[in-house]
Nanobody, 120 residues
Framework: EVQLVESGGGLVQPGGPLRLSCATS????????MTWVRQAPGKGLEWVSS????????TYADSVKGRFTISRDNVKNTLYLQMESLKPEDTAVYYC?????????????WGQGTQVTVSS
């Protein structure tokens, strides 16, 4: 059974940092592309960032480019999202998803999410 468990969310002031983690099990993480998506209040799922299985290639939405960094540990089967210079518009539930930028929605496996709230 595929399991994806996000953690690390919370309340942070604008401009602050936060690091999200996603612990995975039940599938071959080391050969899987992975993705972070988010859902702001009242909006649909928005793609944030993706990373290839070996971690050699990453892509970012324009809204987070230069502020967020996706990474992974293929020994710990864990995906990360380091977020810097957070803005109120980054407030959302963040989900990690199995699959590439173009495939995560079709794969249909993501976790329960972790809430990130950016507010003073």
């Amino acid at each position: 059974e595929v399991q994806l468990v996000e953690s690390g969310g919370g309340l942070v002031q604008p401009g602050g940092p936060l690091r999200l983690s996603c612990a995975t099990s039940g599938f071959a993480f080391r050969i899987s592309d992975m993705t972070w998506v988010r859902q702001a209040p009242g909006k649909g799922l928005e793609w944030v960032s993706s990373i290839t299985s070996g971690g050699t290639s990453t892509t970012y939405a324009d809204s987070v480019k230069g502020r967020f960094t996706i990474s992974r540990d293929n020994v710990k089967n864990t995906l990360y999202l380091q977020m810097e210079s957070l803005k109120p518009e980054d407030t959302a539930v963040y989900y990690c998803a199995k699959g590439s930028r173009d495939g995560w929605r079709r794969v249909g496996s993501w976790g329960q999410g972790t809430q990130v709230t950016v507010s003073s």
